[in-house]
């Protein structure tokens, strides 16, 4: 799963690496990203926008109840058939963009898990593969809600866990954000590990377990 994740760099530096969309000048760094919070999204609504959506889909014709579920992940080879992703993936696709996110690693009977810090190589922004979905609370309120598609790890990523975001090149986002409904099997091409040879990862301090630390210390390499 992807549980955490970042977005670290400036505003600057995020718009030249998505130049075709339009990035907000006073986005605040976030080190540490964590379910329920808002989280970037550009959504295939044909505006070409960052927006900040809740981490946590909520599909359109859920109950109250529905909120417990805090879905922050979707399989992504399952999700064109799961009743709480089929729709978004048909209609509703976004990209999450990020700069790097964490996994846990469990070793041997140890209960404590090592958190791993995964980012690209160069350490250029890039873009998971979302879902978002529009939903009214009881009172009528509009919540926009998106998860994060998932898929089998690559080769670095396999020791550490055994799924990892679905992290899109930069030449599939304009296919991603189709507004029409592409045919099941292109959007499903898209659904793949990401070279394992293009990143990095490292452990990190416990401290990134707190969802209130958000600063540039969740990111430093523990020392061992």
Not at 27 to 41: C, D, F, K, T
Not at 80 to 90: D, I, L, Q, V, Y
Not at 145 to 165: D, E, F, G, V
Not at 184 to 205: H, N, R
Request: proline share 13%; with cysteine; charged share 20%.
């Amino acid at each position: 799963m992807c549980g955490r994740f970042s977005l670290t760099v400036s505003p600057e530096k995020l718009q030249a690496a998505f130049p075709q969309f339009r990035i907000p000048r006073d986005l605040p760094p976030s080190y540490n990203i964590a379910p329920s919070q808002p989280i970037p999204v550009i959504p295939n609504e044909g505006k070409n926008t960052l927006d900040f959506y809740r981490w946590g889909l909520i599909p359109s014709w859920a109950d109250e109840k529905f909120l417990k579920y805090n879905l922050i992940n979707a399989r992504g080879e399952t999700a064109a058939e799961k009743p709480s992703f089929r729709s978004s993936f048909r209609h509703h696709r976004c990209l999450v963009p990020a700069d790097g996110f964490y996994e846990w690693q469990k070793t041997g009977g140890n209960p404590d898990k090592t958190p791993y810090f995964i980012r690209m190589k160069d350490q250029r922004p890039f873009a998971f593969a979302g879902l978002w979905d529009l939903w009214h609370s009881p009172h009528g309120d509009p919540i926009r809600s998106a998860a994060i598609l998932t898929t089998q790890p690559n080769s670095l990523i396999k020791p550490i866990h055994n799924r990892m975001p679905v992290i899109l090149p930069p030449e599939a986002y304009q296919e991603w954000l189709s507004p029409q409904e592409p045919k099941a099997e292109t959007l499903q091409d898209l659904i793949k590990p990401f070279p394992g040879e293009e990143m990095e990862a490292y452990p990190v301090s416990t401290y990134v377990n707190n969802p209130r630390n958000n600063s540039p210390q969740c990111i430093q390499p523990l020392e061992r």
